[in-house]
């Protein structure tokens, strides 16, 4: 990869492309693992309808290994870069329209809201945020401009659950009753929650958050309901100290990029793996973050076995499990209705291995994998029972690209603005905040061991007040009054 040849002052950049003026003009603040698909997305497919301004990270070097990525994706843009303390100033100074925020969980509130406030539009990774206090602060921002905030669940769009959300929909189980929901990540890609940042309560407000939001969206929006009330239980039984030592695993090296951790199953080697490498052990240096420490290391304070029930407002029981050291990666999920049953098992991995020949991907859901064992078999299948009939297998159709396609049609209705969708995969701020209010709920839960209301966390905003179709009506409202404002 070569290094960018940094280009024209912002000011300019905007001045000297004035047919170009509709695109909208974006920043990106962030630039880790998950900056490539959003700056592939603005520099590739998306380029008609999306000016990639600047980048921006505390990390001078990962800002520089994208510069020089957007010089490879699209050598004629310039793209520009600033300091995140500028971000209000880039914003006000280069009539920015929309952030992406692609920063660590707890820097979202911060980033939201400063960025509404300058002006601009936010999309923002999941979880919008991680506790009830940035929930407030961010619902008070968007009252306060009247600014959108987009959560991206990415989860929505791939295809097999697009296709469960449709049966639900189509009326074909009744009314839902209640939901049975467990969530396996294996040994490979549960260990890495545990390697950095997520590891820390206060950074990422545990997997009920970080992770879970995804799946608590899901199932909010598969049944188009709001939850209401939350009991937790869960704690940290496999990684961390206390649970190594218990297990007679002492003795650990600290990080897995050294040699002495060489044929260790938990250990990271970002050496072996040239995107961890450049992205992150290249540039350790300039901030000591480093993307590979110990499972078993003391001050993991996340639980890493969680089991919840929530209750949803229309009645519907949600029980749900997350299990981040299983053998096997993959969920199952069935929704039980007044007239049947509709089940969804995903094996994303089979079996992780073992061999020192064979290195296991990070994430599978990423990145497809294909080592089968005899018994269980990567793959998803999509089951319907009516009551008094047989079972019948719905076929799921899968696309091209990441998560069966699923990727590639977030990043159309977020660039291009969420056209009609009948199943309403384009998500609002609301949906992000339904789905993380599951998980601070949890957690209040864990703290108390007793149920706790949603209603009472105080996050600035009526969950039940609207449905996701209004969302949409207003999303839609929105980019037509922009679009007025600019014509
Ligand atoms: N939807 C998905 O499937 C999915 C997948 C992965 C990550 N994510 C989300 O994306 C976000 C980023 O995750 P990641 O894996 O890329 O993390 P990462 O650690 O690889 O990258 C985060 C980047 O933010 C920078 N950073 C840290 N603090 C900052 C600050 N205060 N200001 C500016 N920059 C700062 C870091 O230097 C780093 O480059 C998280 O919120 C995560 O939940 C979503």
Redesign the pocket.
Known sequence: MSTAPNTLPAEQQADSKPEQRERARVVL???????EMYVQAALGDHSSSVELVAI????PG?VQYYLARAVELSPATAVTQFQ?QDLTRFIRDNRIDRVIV????Y??AD?IVEALEAGADVVV???LTIDAEGCHRISDAIDRTGRDVVV?F??RYSPRNSALKEIIQSGAIGSVTSIDFSWMLDTVHGADYFR??HRQKENSGGLLI?KAS?HFDLVNWWIDDVPERVFASGGLRFYGDRNAAGRGLTDRPERGTTDSAAGDPFALDLREDERLNA??YANEHH?G?Q?DQDVFAPGITIEDNLALVVDYAGGPTLSYSLNAHSPWEGYRVAVNGTQGRVELEVVERAAVSNSTEQKNVVDPS?TPVEEDDAVRVNGERLILQRHWEAAVEVPIVNGEGGHGGGDALLLTDLFEGPGEDPLGRPSGYLDGLRAVAVGIAGNASLESSLPVRISELGLGADLTERTELTDRAESNDRTESKENRRG
């Open positions: 603040i962030g630039t880790g693992s998950r900056a921006s990270d505390t990390n990962r995140p692609t920063t660590p969980d820097t979202h980033y990774e999941k979880p991206t990415n989860y950095r940042w970080h995804h992205l992150y901030d973050y993307r990423a």
